[in-house]
Each structure stands twice: as C-alpha cells, then as structure tokens.
C-alpha cells in the first residue's frame, strides 16, 4: 500500500491546519493509502520516516517556512533517489510557493481536492538552492528587508499576519543605517563594496505583492540575483516605488545577473532572510543544488 506523510503546523491557519490534516488523513485511508499526520517541529521528525521509500507523497499544511523545515530535513538525510514529491497546503502569510505553483484550493473541499491530486500525481520540478549549507527554494534577501524580518521574527507569539509586519517594519527602517555589502556571482564582483540591498532567488514572486526578480526562472538552473544601491531612507523610498512599477534593475549602479554561486559579504554583520524567516547575518554563500525537488499540483 502507498503511504502518504502529512505534515500539519498546529498554528497554521489559526489552527484549522489540524483539522485539515486529520480531515485528509481520514480520507485517503478510505481510498487505500497508509497515512501519518505528524505535527512535531520539522527538526525532530524521525529521518527514516520521510525515505521510506512507499511514500508516495508528503503533503506540507502551513506557510513557506514550514514548507521549507519539511524539505530541508527530507534533503539533509535522505538518498536523493528516494526523495519523494512534496504538496503544498497553502497556510502561511505570504504563501509565495503557493501562488508560484497556482494552488487555489478550495477550503470547503480541500481534502477531496487534495486526495485527487495525490492520485493523478503530476509533477512539476523546481530548481532548489543552499544558503550556508540550508535548503531555500524561494528567495532570500540581504539588507533592509531581512533587517525587517528579523524584526518580526523577535516580537512573534504565535501566528502573524501581513499586518504583523507594520511596525517592525517602521522600526527598522526608522533605525537603519545603511551598511555597505559586496555581492559576487560565480566568482566575479558584480556590485560594491557600498550601501545597499540584494535579493537572490528561484522565482519572481516577493512578498511585497511585486516582483523583486521578474527575470527568475524556476528550472534554470540559475539563481537570480539583484543588488541595489540604497544608502539612505529617500533613496529607500525610491527604490520601492521602481520596484513596484518594475523598474528597479535598470537604475542607475543596480546590478542583476543569473549564477550558480552568489557570495554576498560585509564589513559588519548583515541582516539575511531566506524564504521570509531570519537566516542569520553576512556573509552568505547561495549555491544552486545540482537536484530539483519535485511537487504535486493541481
């Protein structure tokens, strides 16, 4: 018998991930398959468990972090032949892996929606990448941005929300005092060292609702990867506003390139978020992982 592992993050959802997760669980044992919901920190999850090599599935209910917990522990400790696809349960703030793979599930009939995707099985393979030797498949953001995240990631109790972001944000950027980074893509400096900002990823969505790497592709190969002077609060404000009009890689001193290795440093530490959680402080080496991960779709 097949066997599917469902990961539930008890907070997801204001705690409807639970529910769902047993809903789900219910329902495809009545069609045949063996199940295990677990809901335990990702970092404590049994490694056997995720490379049995029956698993036909393991289905992620929660946000991108959690998503990214459940992978990573399955990449860390896992054959790579025996890493089974993932499906993604959108629960989270931003959702960007979600919307990436067009995932609209239906909340008053998920576990039917999602049952007959795991039967029909199809696949996509997305290009997944290191950041300090951790999975991210996403992006990840050196700068203010990260600075932000942070932030947020300090004053959290419990489950957030976009709003959750306001005043952490007008902290930071109240406080901020522009360190200079030094960005360089296989091998070659491409921008600073000097104030500034760099974004680095898989996909164009971004958490902001507009895209920090219109350019990115998921199955390249290549990460993309975009350095942006920002030396003060005005020149800040304008970067925003050309990033939401999608004009931010052609000003001028900007720096946006494709690469399989993207070494970002600094003479000070250096705020790092990778797939919108706290990823420590510079430097950071992103390396493109020569393995896609695969997911199940609608």
């Not at 930071?172 to 060292?193: E, L």
Request: hydrophobic share 40%; aromatic share 6%.
């Amino acid at each position: 018998m097949p066997k599917v592992l469902l990961f539930a993050n008890p907070i997801a959802g204001r705690g409807s991930a639970m529910g769902l997760g047993r809903s789900l669980a219910d329902r495809l044992t009545g069609e045949g398959y063996r199940c295990e919901l677990l809901h335990d920190r990702p970092d404590t999850i049994d490694p056997m468990t995720l490379c049995e090599r029956e698993v036909r599935c393991i289905v992620v209910i929660g946000g991108d972090g959690t998503l990214r917990a459940v992978a990573g522990r399955m990449v860390d400790h896992c054959p790579r032949e025996d890493w089974p696809p993932l499906l993604v349960v959108p629960m989270g703030t931003a959702n960007l892996m979600g919307q990436h793979l067009g995932i609209r599930w239906d909340p008053r009939h998920a576990a039917e929606q999602v049952a007959a995707a795991i039967r029909r099985r199809r696949i996509v393979s997305l290009d997944a990448a290191r950041a300090n030797g951790r999975l991210f498949l996403l992006m990840a953001g050196v700068g203010v941005d990260a600075q932000i995240v942070h932030e947020v990631d300090r004053r959290r109790r419990g489950p957030i929300r976009k709003s959750s972001y306001l005043w952490p944000a007008a902290r930071v950027v109240g406080g901020y005092d522009f360190p200079s980074i030094t960005v360089h893509a296989d091998g070659r400096r491409i921008f600073g060292p000097r104030p500034g900002v760099a974004f680095v990823g898989n996909i164009s969505e971004y958490g902001t609702g507009f895209p920090m790497l219109p350019r990115a592709r998921p199955d390249d190969g290549l990460l993309d990867v975009c350095a942006l002077p920002c030396g003060s609060r005005l020149q800040m404000m304008k970067l925003f506003l050309h990033a939401a009009a999608g004009e931010h890689a052609q000003q001028e001193g900007s720096a946006c390139v494709k690469a399989r290795l993207v070494q970002i440093e600094s003479d000070r530490p250096v705020a790092v978020q990778v797939d919108g959680e706290p990823a420590g402080f510079t430097p950071v080496r992103l390396e493109m992982m020569e393995r896609k991960l695969d997911f199940v779709v609608e």
